[in-house]
């Protein structure tokens, strides 16, 4: 990290509501969880008394998850800390790092934080950059906030000529557990993000993990923090990984709640597809109660309140570069999906 560029780096806004009031839409977690989890936390804590820093046991439930060598898998706490990680090794004061937009935030604010200079280019047209202008590029899959999943071929292809150009391919899969796609996790040049806050519904574990191989695996391996995880996580950690039932069944319930939500805000919204476990919406000129299509801010504005007003909250999606007339919401199970829909599409 550069200590002269923090005075010049914000906080990023996220989604995530404290109102016990309203059911969050507005953050992208499962609402549900792998059974067992706090019997497992319960039991990690008699171990909690002794450092850990290796965790063979997660390690080795985290290759299996994205079939990969134990060996690759750098325990983080959590997938922003993976990024973090990732940025660290190889940033440097001056570089230019290719990033999509929209796009999460937070991978512009670690950049600057190392001193190095975001580049926005347009989420569907990253695989077509050039490397070589680059000291690294940064790719999300699914796209947060938009949604869409690389073509896997593509993929593929453009991480070989980021080999070729000697630019690492940072690649955050934190949404690729809905998706059926391939993880990226042990292709060389590539460092893979992963999180278990989306899948498993447990934000406040802080558990994810880095992949790389060769000098980038090297790299992210000595400069982890030592005790980057803590016991509880760990032992959490693994035994959500080995849930192979609840990742599936939770990967079904999601696809068919978001087409059935995807279809029924069509009719008000332009809703945009999507492989992950959220829907980008573009209220402009919506048809319920719609503003002034040339006001942007006054149509998010009205969504949000008609939101509001019917019991939940939905992510205000103007933080994200390119987007002033959007909101994104969670697809979340079939009863309180039911009730998002009734309260933007005033039914």
């Known amino acids: 990290m550069d200590p002269d560029a923090i005075g010049g780096v914000s906080r990023v806004p996220h989604g995530g509501s404290d109102d016990a009031d309203l059911v969050d839409f507005s953050a992208n977690t499962n609402p549900e969880r792998p059974a067992g989890v706090a019997e497992v936390y319960e039991a990690a804590l008699a171990d909690a008394t002794s450092y850990a820093d290796d965790h063979p046991d997660f390690?080795?439930?985290?290759?299996?998850?994205?079939?990969?060598?134990?060996?690759?898998v750098v325990?983080?706490?959590?997938?922003?800390?993976?990024?973090?990680?990732?940025?660290?090794v190889t940033v440097a004061p001056g570089d230019r790092v290719a990033v999509p937009e929209p796009g999460f935030g937070e991978y512009a604010r670690e950049v600057r934080l190392q001193?190095?200079?975001?580049?926005?280019?347009?989420?569907?047209?990253?695989?077509?950059v050039d490397p070589a202008g680059y000291a690294a590029v940064v790719i999300c899959t699914p796209n947060?906030?938009?949604?869409?999943?690389?073509?896997?071929?593509?993929?593929?292809?453009?991480?070989?000529?980021?080999?070729?150009?000697?630019t690492p391919l940072i690649v955050d899969?934190?949404?690729?557990?809905?998706?059926?796609?391939?993880?990226?996790?042990?292709?060389?040049?590539?460092?893979?993000?992963?999180?278990?806050?989306?899948?498993?519904?447990?934000?406040?574990?802080?558990?994810g993990f880095a992949v790389a191989t060769g000098e980038l695996g090297t790299r992210l391996r000595t400069a982890r923090p030592t005790w980057s995880l803590s016991v509880p996580a760990a032992a959490v950690g693994a035994h959500c990984l080995r849930a192979e039932g609840f990742v599936e069944?939770?990967?079904?319930?999601?696809?068919?709640?978001?087409?059935r939500m995807r279809d029924a805000l069509s009719d008000a919204y332009d809703v945009a597809p999507s492989a992950a476990p959220f829907l980008l919406l573009d209220v402009r000129?919506?048809?319920?109660?719609?503003?002034?299509?040339?006001?942007?801010?006054?149509?998010?504005?009205?969504?949000?309140?008609?939101?509001?007003?019917?019991?939940?909250?939905?992510?205000?999606?103007?933080s994200f570069v390119g987007l002033d007339s959007h909101v994104r919401v969670?697809?979340?199970?079939?009863?309180?999906n039911d009730l998002l829909l009734d309260a933007l599409l005033g039914r």
Do not use: Q, W
Not at 144 to 166: I, K, M, V, W, Y
């Open 249 to 259: 069944r939770t990967r079904e319930r999601v696809a068919a709640e978001r087409a």
């Open 75 to 88: 325990p983080t706490a959590g997938g922003i800390a993976a990024l973090r990680l990732a940025f660290g």
């Open 59 to 72: 390690r080795a439930a985290a290759a299996d998850y994205v079939e990969c060598d134990a060996e690759r």
């Open 173 to 207: 899969e934190a949404f690729l557990d809905f998706a059926d796609a391939a993880s990226l996790a042990g292709e060389p040049g590539a460092v893979v993000a992963r999180s278990l806050t989306k899948m498993f519904g447990l934000p406040g574990i802080r558990a």
């Open 115 to 128: 001193g190095g200079t975001p580049v926005g280019v347009a989420s569907d047209r990253l695989l077509g």
């Open 285 to 318: 000129g919506a048809g319920v109660g719609a503003p002034d299509p040339s006001a942007p801010d006054d149509a998010v504005e009205a969504v949000l309140e008609r939101a509001r007003a019917g019991g939940v909250a939905v992510r205000d999606a103007r």
């Open 330 to 336: 969670a697809v979340r199970r079939p009863h309180e």
């Open 144 to 166: 947060n906030p938009t949604g869409d999943l690389p073509d896997p071929d593509a993929l593929r292809e453009f991480l070989a000529a980021c080999r070729a150009a000697e």
